[in-house]
């Protein structure tokens, strides 16, 4: 059963030997909002997570770093590029690759990381606990002096994304890069991943927004479901 579910932003600078104080200070609810969850999910008792992300390395490390400090729950990470049709996935020191469903992702490429998201639920072992967290940060192109500089999709697509997930809008969330092509976002994939498994988990889950900052011109979004 899935007894945590989360979405995490993964800036490297999060971390006390990346971030400067006063970068940190910047992004202080996001941080302080990711150590909160990490209280969550220790009393959620799961025996696993499934963490996804499109980057690996800072995709999973600042997650963990917050959610699961010092590795006390074993981890399967999902590695989930921008454009591929496999999967991989991490167990221990040991690299596993998967795939074999060309033919699905290219009926419904908008849909097809929350596909994957329901082919790795259905594989889970009904006994156990499992956490999810998606690893992902919003759109990079938020502020001139941000690393894509400013474009209107940028803006455009936070909003969407945040009202689409609290209205639990999956047709229009998982064609977020069709409607803002230039928003330069590396989240939605590992996001639309994570909801697949929800959808595929029959359970009744609530978005909660708890953070949203973009000080660097790079959104951060925080948010927590609630699970019945």
């Known amino acids: 059963m899935i007894s945590f579910a989360c979405f995490s932003p993964h800036p490297p600078l999060l971390l006390p030997e990346v971030g400067s104080l006063e970068d ?12 909160f969850l990490g209280k969550k999910l ?4 799961p025996n696993n997570i499934i963490i996804s ?31 591929t049709p496999d999967f991989y996935y991490q167990r221990g020191k040991k690299f596993y690759f998967g795939g074999g469903m060309k033919a699905v992702e ?49 803006p455009k697509f936070d909003k969407a994304l945040i009202e689409y997930l609290k209205k639990k809008d999956i047709k229009n969330f998982l064609k977020l890069d069709e409607y803002f092509p230039e928003a330069g976002e590396c989240g939605l994939r590992s996001f639309s991943f994570l909801l697949g498994i929800l959808q595929a988990s029959g359970l009744n889950w609530q978005p909660e927004i708890l953070s949203y900052e973009y000080p660097f011109g790079v959104g951060y979004l925080v948010v927590n479901f609630k699970l019945r």
């Open 106 to 154: 290219r009926t419904c490429p908008e849909g097809y990381p929350a596909l994957k998201g329901r082919v790795v639920h259905n594989k889970l072992e009904k006994e156990k606990r499992y956490a999810l967290i998606a690893s992902g940060d919003m759109s990079h192109c938020l502020k001139e002096d941000g690393p894509y500089g400013l474009h209107p999709d940028g």
């Open 42 to 45: 220790k009393e959620s008792n």
């Open 53 to 83: 992300s499109p980057h690996p390395d800072w995709g999973f490390n600042v997650p963990l770093y917050f959610l699961n400090p010092k590795q006390r729950i074993p981890s399967r990470q999902l590695f989930i590029p921008d454009k």
């Open 24 to 35: 940190r200070e910047k992004v202080k609810k996001t941080i302080e909002n990711l150590e």
